[in-house]
């Protein structure tokens, strides 16, 4: 989440939290109907505080996740560059071509930052999604808005309960991507890595963040 979003929402909660304060300075007034009013206000806005705080909560232990998995990838292909690095300086002179594995070793490093890339666009997707989903459900969405909201609260099953996930039309509503023959690669790539699950279910693939 951007540090201006977070913002927002800090800003958005310290107005709330001001009104109840301002409203709960008038509860010794007496016992007027007005007041009474003013009381269940209260209490709705209690509601929406207590909503927009655990989905910030939420959000936050989502970007640790996020960049946790994010450290943990860059430090593993690290890794591995540093071991091919020994490999193609350690190379026997008896082994024949070796330009073809120096060749090699420039595509794996392409490969390593394809990955990055589409880590990032998924990323960018999943916060998309999701902020659209920690609206409150009072707030005015628009209608585009309103759909989407609707077709992710359909796509969610008992296994996907509690997880984040897309699938590949959030992919192509929220980032430039192309969802082709590499996308899928990559995906498998992940997967492999345990950073990506699959659950499949009325002709839908969801890819859940492990």
Do not use: W
């Amino acid at each position: 989440m951007a540090s201006s979003e977070l913002e927002q929402i800090c800003s958005y909660i310290n107005e709330k939290i001001s009104n109840i304060k301002t409203c709960l300075s008038l509860r010794n007034c007496g016992q007027e109907p007005t007041l009474k009013t003013i009381l269940n206000k209260i209490g709705d806005e209690i509601v929406v505080v207590n909503e927009l705080l655990n989905k910030l909560e939420l959000e936050i232990q989502y970007q640790e996740q996020t960049t946790n998995t994010l450290k943990e990838l860059c430090a593993s292909l690290e890794e591995d560059c540093k071991d091919v690095e020994h490999l193609k300086e350690n190379i026997p002179p008896h082994l024949p071509q070796v330009t073809v594995t120096q060749n090699s070793y420039m595509k794996s490093r392409l490969t390593y930052c394809q990955i990055n890339d589409v880590i990032k666009e998924i990323n960018k997707a999943v916060v998309s999604k999701y902020k659209i989903l920690h609206q409150p459900k009072k707030s005015t969405m628009s209608s585009v808005a309103r759909n989407l909201y609707h077709r992710f609260l359909d796509e969610e099953t008992k296994d996907t309960k509690g997880h984040y996930f897309i699938v590949e039309a959030d992919v192509k509503e929220f980032t430039a991507l192309k969802v082709d023959k590499r996308f899928h690669v990559i995906l498998n790539i992940l997967r492999h890595c345990r950073r990506l699950s699959e659950v499949r279910g009325g002709g839908l693939t969801r890819y859940v963040i492990t």
